[in-house]
C-alpha cells in the first residue's frame, strides 16, 4: 500500500479511537497498526515504511515507532528482513473469519458493505474469465501502437506553453468551443446529423452520456428498451440508475419491437443503429421509422450510441438516425475512445433543443467535467486534418486484419460455427447453436492467449444466443492469420467434442 495512503488511515485511527487516556504513545501506534494488519488494510506481505518515514508522517518520535514495531515483532504480526525492512507475515486464521462470519450481520459479509447499487455497478461479467490481460482479439482494445504520439505531444504542449488560464478551469458551458465547433461540422457532413452548435456538449466518453441521459431524463423504476444481445456496460449503467430493463431482440434488420414490445412502455430506448453491438446488424429504414414514431407516440428518448461508424470498410457511410428524427427525441452520443485512445475519456451527445441547458447545468452540477487542454488539443487536431488521415489510416490497417481473420476463421463453418461478415466496425461475431457452452470455449481459447468473449455474456434470459465477440483491432497484422488459424482449432475443436 501507499505510505501516505498508510499514513492518512493510521492517523485517521489514532485520532478518532478512543484511546485510555493514560495510554502510552507507542501502544496507540501499535493499536493503530495491529488493526491495520488484522483488517487486511496491510494484506500479509506488505513491507511496512520505514521508522523514520512513519515518525514523521505521523508527528511522533522515532523511538515511538520503534517501540511499536517492536511489540508487533514479539507478537509476530511482522517479520524484520535485514537488510529490505519490516514486512507484515500475520495471515488470517479459518477460525477467525468464521468467527467474523458468525457475528457480523449477514449483509457485510457477503456484500462487504456495498449498495444494492454498488454490487450491481461492480459485477463485471468478464470476471468469469480468468484475467483482464489485453490479450490478440481482446473485443474494445484498439491498435494504440497506430496513434500518432509525438504529433499529440506538440499539439498538447502547444496549449501548455501558451497557458490560457480557462483552459485550467472545469468546463462550464458543455465544453470548449472550438471543439464542439469542429464536432458539429464533422457530424453534419460525415454522419448526417441535423444540429446546430448549440446541441454538442462535450462528456467524458459514452459511458458518461448514457450516465447523464438516464438521471436527467429518467426516475428510478422507468423502463428502458434495451437491444438483446447488448452492450454490457450500458446495461450496467442503465440498471444501476434504477432502470427496468426491457430487452428487445435483434434480428437482421436491428432491434426488432414485436407487440408484445410496444405494451412495455419504456421512457428510454437505447440503441445502436449503425452498428448493432455486438451483432454487427444495421438497423434498416423501415425500423428506424418504426422507432422514431414509437418513441414520439409513446413520449420516449431515444439513446443512439454511434460508436464506430468511422470503421466502415466498404459501402456508403449509414446516417444516423438523429438525422431521420422530426421531433427532437433522439440523443446522439459519440466517443473518442476508438478512433483517438479510450483513456482520452472524450466523447460527445447531440441532445434535442429544448433539453441544452438542462443538460449543460446537468453536465456541470453532476459530474464537473474538465480536461480543456485536452479538448483544445483535440480541437487542432481535427481542425488540422490529422483526425481524418488518421481514420484513414486505421480504417486501412483494420480492414486488413478484419479481411485477414475472417480468412483464417473459415474453416470453423465446418462444425457449424457461422461468423458474421458484416463489413464495418472492430470486432467480428461467431455464432454457436443453442446448446454449445461459449462460456468455456472462450475459457479454452484463454488458455491458450487468446481473449475473446461469450455472446452469451450479452444476452438476456435462459435462451441467450451463444458465440464469440472476437476484436481484430490489437492483434498486429502480421501475426493474426496464426492467430486466427488456433482460435479456429479451438473452435473447431470444442464445437466437435460437444
Ligand atoms: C457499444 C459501445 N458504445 C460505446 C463505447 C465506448 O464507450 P466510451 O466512450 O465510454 O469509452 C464502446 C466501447 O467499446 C462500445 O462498445
New binding site residues.
Given amino acids: 500500500m501507499n505510505q501516505l495512503i498508510l499514513s492518512d488511515w493510521l492517523l485517521r485511527h489514532l485520532t478518532q479511537h478512543a484511546f485510555p487516556s493514560r495510554m502510552p504513545n507507542h501502544r496507540r501506534v501499535y493499536e493503530a497498526i495491529r488493526r491495520a494488519i488484522t483488517e487486511q488494510v496491510l494484506p500479509s506481505g506488505s513491507r511496512l515504511p520505514s521508522t523514520r518515514n512513519l515518525a514523521t508522517d505521523l508527528n511522533v518520535s522515532r523511538n515511538t515507532i520503534l517501540a511499536a514495531f517492536d511489540q508487533l515483532l514479539d507478537e509476530g504480526y511482522v517479520a524484520a528482513k535485514t537488510g529490505s525492512g519490516t514486512y507484515v507475515v500475520y495471515k488470517q486464521t479459518d477460525d477467525f473469519v468464521k468467527n467474523l462470519t458468525v457475528n457480523a450481520p449477514l449483509e457485510s459479509t457477503s456484500t462487504h458493505g456495498l449498495s444494492k447499487r454498488g454490487l450491481a455497478a461492480s459485477e463485471s461479467p468478464e470476471s468469469q474469465l480468468n484475467s483482464h490481460e489485453v490479450q490478440p482479439f481482446t473485443p474494445?482494445e484498439d491498435d494504440y501502437s497506430r496513434f500518432p504520439i509525438a504529433l499529440w505531444r506538440r499539439l498538447l504542449s502547444r496549449h501548455w506553453r501558451a497557458l490560457n488560464p480557462a483552459l485550467l478551469d472545469s468546463s462550464h458551458d458543455g465544453g470548449y468551443l472550438p471543439l464542439r465547433k469542429s464536432i458539429a461540422d464533422y457530424l453534419r457532413v460525415s454522419r448526417a446529423v441535423n444540429l446546430t452548435l448549440d446541441q454538442v456538449i462535450i462528456t467524458s466518453?459514452?459511458?458518461q452520456s448514457i450516465d447523464l441521459c438516464a438521471r436527467l431524463l429518467s426516475d428510478h423504476n422507468d423502463c428502458a428498451w434495451v437491444e438483446n444481445p447488448c452492450?454490457w456496460s450500458?446495461r450496467r449503467v442503465l440498471e444501476v440508475n434504477g432502470l427496468k430493463l426491457h430487452p428487445v431482440n435483434v434480428d437482421n434488420e436491428g432491434m426488432a419491437p414485436t407487440t408484445y414490445d410496444f405494451r412495455i412502455k419504456p421512457r428510454l430506448i437505447y440503441t445502436?443503429p449503425s452498428h448493432q453491438?455486438p451483432k454487427g446488424v444495421v438497423m434498416s429504414y423501415g425500423r428506424r421509422r418504426l422507432i422514431l414514431d414509437y418513441a414520439q407516440n409513446s413520449n420516449a428518448w431515444v439513446i443512439e450510441?454511434d460508436?464506430d461508424s468511422e470503421f466502415r470498410f466498404e459501402g456508403r457511410p449509414i446516417s444516423s438516425l438523429q438525422g431521420m428524427d422530426q421531433h427532437g427525441r433522439v440523443i446522439y452520443l459519440g466517443?473518442f475512445?476508438k478512433v483517438m485512445y479510450?483513456g482520452i475519456r472524450l466523447?460527445y451527445m447531440v441532445v434535442p433543443p429544448q433539453l441544452v441547458s438542462a443538460f449543460k447545468n446537468g453536465l456541470y452540477e453532476l459530474q464537473r467535467p474538465g480536461q480543456v487542454m485536452i479538448q483544445a488539443a483535440l480541437a487542432d487536431f481535427i481542425q488540422e486534418g490529422h483526425f481524418a488521415s488518421h481514420i484513414r489510416r486505421l480504417r486501412q490497417t483494420y480492414g486488413e486484419r478484419r479481411r485477414l481473420l475472417q480468412l483464417a476463421l473459415k474453416p470453423i463453418a465446418s462444425v457449424g460455427a457461422r461468423l458474421s461478415m458484416v463489413d464495418s466496425g472492430l470486432h467480428l461475431v461467431v455464432e454457436f447453436d443453442q446448446a454449445i457452452d461459449d462460456v468455456a470455449v472462450a475459457q479454452t481459447a484463454s488458455n491458450i492467449g487468446l481473449r475473446v468473449y461469450p455472446l452469451s455474456n450479452y444476452g438476456f434470459g435462459e435462451n441467450c444466443e451463444k458465440g464469440l465477440i472476437i476484436g481484430y483491432a490489437y492483434a498486429a497484422t502480421e501475426k493474426i492469420t496464426h492467430y486466427g488459424k488456433l482460435l479456429a482449432e479451438v473452435i473447431q475443436t470444442t464445437l466437435k467434442t460437444n
Fill in positions: 474494445g466518453g459514452t459511458q452492450y450500458a445502436t453491438y450510441d460508436y466517443t475512445s479510450p466523447g
